[in-house]
């Protein structure tokens, strides 16, 4: 009599141990998933209504896309591991600049159509990226990791702070300037009414000294302490449970810190629950439900490069996982598990949401429990999707006031940047000082737009998407500073490593 032995990674658990374990893996991303719709979504300065879609779509497709890459869809798709995907933090600041750029429902149809061409495009493209790890050692992607850190640590701190534009600027107009303007525009209006007696010059009212209708004057709402205080009590909560708290509690630390932050906004008056009790309970998510589509070739180009250094992550990802499953993958396996992060970020455009990959704090999951089956991510994927046809849940994420989010967001992005150096402190530095200059040279161009967001004035307005990230910069940078160098002479178990150092997006 033969038995068949079933891998780990193919186990199916009892259903009881099954939900639990999924639960545990959707809050560990939970923070980081919906962290995306919610900068988006104010970039973009879409109605509440528009952003609590937004979550609720991103969620959804959360769940779609994990199912897919977990339990498989025909052989080209899915790489059948223990694999959250989520909305990668890569894509952020391009979409960002984007929305700043063309804000409203206008700029989302520009960033959803950049996001779907994107994605047809790295289906295509997922065979050949499998095989050019080479071009990617730690040098080059803790590089771009910490970059894309460093540029969303602004980010998180606006969120404590304010935004520095709109109604929480750092500077308004005067007052009494805007007033004077406002007198001068009614009597300049009630001259030319019909019928209305010429007003004479000496009515109009003297300008007042240094006339400045930009703004000059400190913004009464911006860093009010309160906020400031609120934010700091999510940042201490995380670190203290962090620091105390042992296996799952430590894990949902910054969902948990947001909670109590948002416990104490609610006591003091600063969140209220109106839009969640307006939105459904249940309400299904609708394709192009925010935006229709606009395919601009330079906004796709724009992120189809995220997306090449987005699959790259997701492979040294896949063979982490490989490593830490005992499962073995080849060169199909492989392409199959890339190709969903193209098919995801399709459909994440085709339902108005963003690019997603595989959520590395997941994989590190994976390495602290030991459970290696691949249908806990199913399960996983299956509650995402019921979370996602909830909208009063997505309502109430959306009520969160920014500064809640500010002491997380320190901790969310700054864990990017701290990951990125911590795989650039394997590099050898000593054995080859050329490795120096690819880091110093590459994290410098990165902060050009951070730094001096004007640069490219002069420069043809075609081309600004593409050079206003710092991302995309410090990569091409990276890129080709380590092929003049250090030639391509990566491998495989450089890209292993560096995975399993990068537990964080």
Known sequence: MTTTTVHPVDERLPAGRLTTLGLQHVLVMYAGAVAVPLIIGRALKLS????????????FCCGIVTLIQSFGMTRWFGIQLPVMMGVTFAAVAPMVSMANAVPGVEGAGLIF????GAGLISILLAPVMSRMLRYFPPVVTGTIIAVIGISLMRVG???IFGVPVGPTAPQIVNP???????TVKSMAG??????AAASAPSAVPAVPAGLALVGTVPNPKYAQLPHIAIAAVSLASILLIAKFARGFIANI????????????????GYMNFDKVGKAHWVDLVLPFEIATPVFDPILILTMTLVMIVVMIESTGMFLALSDLTGKKIDQKQLSAGLRVDGLGTFIGGIFNTFPYTSFSQNVGLVGVTGVKSRYVCVAAGVIMVLLGLLPKMAALIESLPTF?????????FGMVAATGIRILASVDYKGNRNNLFIVAVSIGVGMIPLIAPRYLQWMSHSIHPLIESGILLASLSAVALNLFFNGASGDSRDAVEAAKAADAH
């Open 190 to 195: 009630a001259a030319v009414a019909p019928g």
């Open 176 to 182: 009494e300037h805007a007033q004077w303007l406002a």
């Open 113 to 116: 159509g950049a996001i779907i």
């Open 404 to 412: 809640v989010l500010g002491g997380a967001g320190l901790v969310m």
């Open 157 to 159: 701190i606006n969120w």
């Open 48 to 59: 509440p209504e528009q952003v609590t879609m937004l979550i609720q779509a991103d969620l």
């Open 253 to 268: 630390s910054v969902l948990l810190g947001i909670v109590i932050a948002a416990v104490i906004a609610t006591a003091l």
